[in-house]
Every structure is written in structure tokens, then in C-alpha cells.
């Protein structure tokens, strides 16, 4: 069974910045397509980043585009969010997935929910204002 393993989470004040990691425990996951979703008290979780499976495709939700950048390093069987410009809208559980439908697809990058198949337990960011 895949696992997945968040961490990096933490406190920051507005405009800081941190690192999220999602360690994968199977070296299978290095040819999924890897996404970031993120889940504020009250309200339903939405998606925030996903990449291909080699780091050709990127894409990102309209409120973290161009704070956020998400990368892999396939070799680790990591994938990272480096949050900048941090915001107290950004306060939320942040979950890595993985989508095993279409592996080694660099034209695959999925944004629904659904289309997951593994998930982390996810990690707490909290920004202060």
C-alpha cells in the first residue's frame, strides 16, 4: 500500500514563506502524476497544485499562482510546495495525492479531487497576520 508522508507545516507570519515535502514509501509513485490539495476549517478541500510525472506540466489554482511553486525529485520519491508571500487565507491542512491512472503521462496533470488515489495525512500551515 502507497503511503504518503507530509511535512513542513508550521507557523509563519504574513508574506513568509515555507517548504511542504510528501515523501512517497513505494518508488512506483516517481511515475504518477503528484498534486497538493488543501482544506481550511469549514470548508470543503481544493486543489492548489498538481505536476506531471517528470515535471513537464504544471498547473495551479488562480489564488496560489504565482506564490506557489510545486517540483519532484523522482529520485527521493518527493514532491515539494514552496509557498511564498504567505497569506492568513493560506491557513489550512495541506494533503499531497497521488494519481495512478496515467503513469508516465506528461500531458496528465489532474485537478479534481476525484481523480486521486493515494493521499497523506496531511499538514498543518497556520499564517498570523
Known amino acids: 500500500q502507497v503511503q504518503l508522508v507530509e511535512s513542513g507545516g508550521g507557523l509563519v507570519q504574513a508574506g513568509g514563506s515555507l517548504k511542504l515535502s510528501c515523501a512517497a514509501s513505494?518508488?512506483?509513485?516517481?511515475?504518477?502524476?503528484m498534486g497538493w490539495f488543501r482544506q481550511a476549517p469549514g470548508q470543503r478541500r481544493e486543489f492548489v497544485s498538481v505536476?506531471?510525472?517528470?515535471?513537464?506540466?504544471?498547473k495551479y489554482a488562480n489564488s496560489v499562482k504565482g506564490r506557489f511553486a510545486i517540483s519532484r525529485d523522482n529520485a527521493k520519491n518527493t514532491v515539494y510546495l514552496q509557498m511564498n508571500s504567505l497569506t492568513p487565507e493560506d491557513t489550512a491542512v495541506y494533503y499531497c495525492?497521488?494519481?495512478?491512472?496515467?503513469?508516465?503521462?506528461?500531458?496528465?496533470?489532474?485537478?479534481?479531487?476525484?481523480?486521486?488515489?493515494?493521499w497523506g495525512q496531511g499538514t498543518q500551515v497556520t499564517v498570523s497576520s
Open positions: 495525492a497521488a494519481d495512478r491512472s496515467n503513469p508516465m503521462n506528461d500531458n496528465y496533470v489532474p485537478q479534481l479531487f476525484s481523480a486521486f488515489d493515494y
Open positions: 513505494e518508488r512506483t509513485v516517481s511515475s504518477y502524476a
Open positions: 505536476i506531471s510525472w517528470r515535471g513537464v506540466r504544471t
